[in-house]
Structure formats: C-alpha cells, structure tokens
C-alpha cells in the first residue's frame, strides 16, 4: 500500500524467538566440566569462559535506531495482531453500504488452529479505536509500539485532515491516542516513517502536496518542518481525474535519504532530498510517464536499485532503475498490464490501487479495483516484470470463473484497495475489499509466487489499509 519498514521489516516469527530445546538442556562436555569445580574455582573463572559469559559491549549496546518510543521486542507467546483502518464517512470513491458508521480502526487478533499445521486460522475483532474520521493509510514504528494514520477528509484542512499518532500494546491488544496535527494539506491519503524512526512523510491528494514531520520523544507527532506543493501543470490526458496535481504517497528510500511522491494528477513522480540538517525536503528530480499513467503507489525491490511504480489509470506497472546516491528514478522496461485486454484510463473499468513486494524480491504484487484481483508478477533477472498469474479478492471463489477469465466491471463488487504480505517468509496475503466489507487472507505458494484462497475471512466495514504486525 522495503527494508526494515516493509512487510518483511514488520513481521517477527515465533522460531525467531524459541532456542531449540537441545541448546538450553544439552550443554558441550567442556562447559560441564568447567562447572564442576570447587567453590573458588567457580569465582573466578578462566579467560575464555569469561569471554563467553560476558559479551562485549558493543554487541548489547550499539544496536540500529528502531524510533521513538521504542520497546523490547515482544516474546514468542505475544499475540498476532492486524489493524485494519476503515473509511467512516462517505466519500464518491468508497461504495460499501455499511458507512456511516464509527469504527476507525479496528484490531484483529490471529486465532491459530490446533493441530493443523501451517494453516492460518481466522481473524477475531479484538479492539476498535473510533477517535480519527476517515483513517486511511497507515504505518507503525520497527517496534509496533506506534502507529501512525492519516484522516482522507475532503474539507479544509482546518476542520480535519489529521495525522495521528497511537500508542500500541502489544499485551492488551489496545490503541491509546497520543496526539492528532494538521497535515498542511487536504485529503491526506498516505503517510510513511523514516527508517531511523524520526520523521513521518504525507501525501495529500488534493493541491498535490507532501508534508514532513518529526517525532517527538515519547512516539507522538512533532511539529510539521516541511511542506512542498506541487507545481500545476495543466490538465493531464483524463480530464476528470487530472485536473491539477494529486499526490498519492510519499514514501522513504530503503536509506531514509529521500522522499518518493507519485504524482497521479501529473504523471510523474517527484524525488525529495531529506535534509537532516534543517528537517526540509529538497525537490530534486522526476520522472514523467507515459500521458494519462496516473502514478499511484511505487515500491523498492530488496536489492536497492530497482523501483515498481503503479499506474492507477492505466493499470500498469512501470519497472524502473532506482540510484539512491543521486536520488534518481529512471525507466528500467516499458510498463507492464495487470488486467491485459481490460478498459483502462477513461471510461475505464478497472484501476491499480496498491503494490507489494515479496521479501526474496522474486514477486511482485498488484491489486486491481474493478477486476477485483491480485496480480502476480515475476522478477526477471534483469528487473524487468513478468505476469504469471491473477487471483480474485472475494470472500467466496467457489462457482466463479478463473481470474483471467472474469471480466472487469465498474462499480466494483470488492474493490481491494489495500493487502499485505505477513507471517513467516510472507507465506499469507490479507486484503481489504473496500466496498464488500472484508478482510481476505490468501494463501502465497512461495515458490512460485501464486495465490491461493484459503476460505478464511472477517467482516471489516469499507477497509482502506491493512497493517499486520507479524
């Protein structure tokens, strides 16, 4: 909807965190030899023992920023979280029937079966926090500790484009609401946090704007340092949707250096240098797509040098060469169809809404608003993108016909505006289906990157974002 604040960097498994019982009851001879001994001789025990018991300092001390507000990690017992964001209010682009309603953000709690291995068992509501209109796209600090949502409020920005900031328990299962600022802008639609923890990016859709915030000590929002507006072009190829500038994310490089806006208004998307010095953002370069694209989301492959930006209008994705040193983004290969045959662009009957990459960097993920489905994408040696297959979102598959057979409507049935990769080497794939109120997870084969339905579902009122926290 990337290192160390992509799906990967959010997950923790459980054999992360157990020791094989072997090592803790079965100790080496040496060591059991060495415990065996008088009284004083246990006192004062021989350098090499010492060196064992007693790391340096270094290796306890000297560990990556993880952000403000950071914990411990949680235990392997801790519980498996996924918050869902809803929209609450209507809005032209948001046909589910359940608004309006009052349920912001909800927590789920996984609920794994007994003795069925790997299966993934159901999501059961746990908490739900109603303080923010309209929560849409959010992102959580290296500890889950915080969380951070944007309001998509189509009004002034005085009467309700928020950021805010939540505290997370991870042993109650609770939101506590921090502290709540103006974006700057109107209808704030994506938001991102730096890899060190300190600053939060935003998008706001309408004027085309990226705002840049600190963090303050405690996890709560800071004060806003930056706000860049995008320069009016003109009226893009899609009169209706290109009026004017509409930024759609703002996202941080793998290194926290730069901020990356797709600018679906104006085709193009902009590059900002994060200056730490004076906490501005400094507008670099941009690359400019083919007429009508509508940039929406983008992500950044593993290897650090290559980019996917997802073309809304065209339902395309477009691979791309990404230099973190100089900041550029550059094209790599000629766009790729999600939905090949499909109506795009004007009159269009299905459009790109959020991109995934998988953790071993070998797929690429695509959700498609009018088609209703996941694409999958592999990653050829060269960067280059190569559709595989496509899986529809519905709660139900049963009698329907396979995905590269169904045909694209608008309105939409589910509208999957959202999904993530989760649990142990992304093996689960959650997707929120705006319009038919549900929460999907589907089954990754990793090895071929397919999706598969699992049967496993929850009610969840017109789900914008989805955030696992495993």
């Known amino acids: ?241 290109q009026e004017g500038p509409h930024a759609h ?24 240098r994060l200056d730490e010095g004076t906490s501005s953002l400094i507008e670099g370069s941009a690359m400019k797509l083919p007429a009508g694209s509508g940039p929406r989301h983008l992500v950044l492959h593993p290897n650090g040098s290559w980019a996917y930006v997802l073309n809304e209008l065209l339902s395309t994705v477009a691979p791309c060469r990404w230099d973190p040193e100089k900041g550029t983004l550059t094209p790599l290969a000629e766009p790729v169809a999600t939905v090949p045959g499909a109506a795009v662009g004007v009159g269009g009957q299905t459009f790109c809404a959020a991109i995934r990459v998988s953790g071993d960097g070998r797929f690429v993920y695509a ?4 088609h209703c489905s996941l694409t999958v994408f592999a990653v050829k040696d060269d960067g280059d993108l190569m559709r595989v297959s496509c899986q529809l979102t519905a709660e139900t598959v049963a009698g329907q016909p396979p995905a590269d057979e169904r045909q694209a409507c608008w309105p939409p049935r589910d509208c999957p505006r959202d999904f993530a990769l989760c649990g142990e080497d992304d093996q689960w794939v959650i997707a929120g289906n705006q319009d038919s109120d549900s929460l999907v997870v589907l089954k990754r084969d990793t090895v071929t990157g397919s999706l598969s339905s699992t049967g496993v579902s929850a009610s969840c009122p017109a789900p914008a974002c989805v955030l696992p926290l495993f």
């Open 1 to 241: 909807s990337e290192p160390t604040i992509w799906a990967a960097g959010l997950y923790i498994t459980n054999t992360r965190m157990k020791r094989p019982a072997a090592a803790v009851k079965k100790r080496p001879a040496a060591m059991k030899a060495g415990m065996k001994r008088p009284a004083a001789a246990v006192k004062k025990r021989p350098a090499v023992m010492k060196a064992a018991v007693k790391r340096p300092a270094a290796a306890v001390t000297k560990r990556p920023a993880i952000g403000a507000g950071a914990q411990k990690r949680p235990s392997a017992a801790t519980v498996e979280y996924v918050l869902a964001s809803s929209y609450t209010e209507k809005t032209g682009h948001v046909l589910s029937s359940s608004i309006p309603h009052s349920q912001g953000i909800t927590v789920f709690r996984r609920v794994r079966p007994r003795g069925r291995g790997r299966a993934f068992g159901r999501l059961a509501k746990h908490f739900c926090e109603s303080s923010l209109p309209n929560p849409t796209y959010m992102c959580a600090n290296r500890d889950r500790t915080r969380i951070y949502a944007v309001s998509e409020v189509n009004i002034s920005n005085e009467e309700g484009n928020l950021l805010a900031a939540y505290a997370f328990d991870a042993k109650s299962g609770k939101l506590t609401l921090l502290n709540s600022v103006e974006t700057g802008g109107a209808v704030a639609c994506h938001i991102d946090i730096s890899r060190n923890g300190e600053y939060l990016a935003v998008a706001n859709y309408m004027g085309g704007s990226a705002s840049l915030f600190r963090i303050n000590a405690d996890g709560s929002v800071g004060e806003r340092t930056a706000l860049c507006e995008h320069e009016r072009l003109g009226v893009g190829v899609n009169a209706e949707r």
């Open 249 to 272: 994310m703002a996202l941080f490089d793998a290194l926290g250096h730069h901020v990356l806006v797709p600018d679906l208004g104006l085709d193009r998307v902009i590059t900002y």
């Open 367 to 370: 959700s498609n608003r009018g």
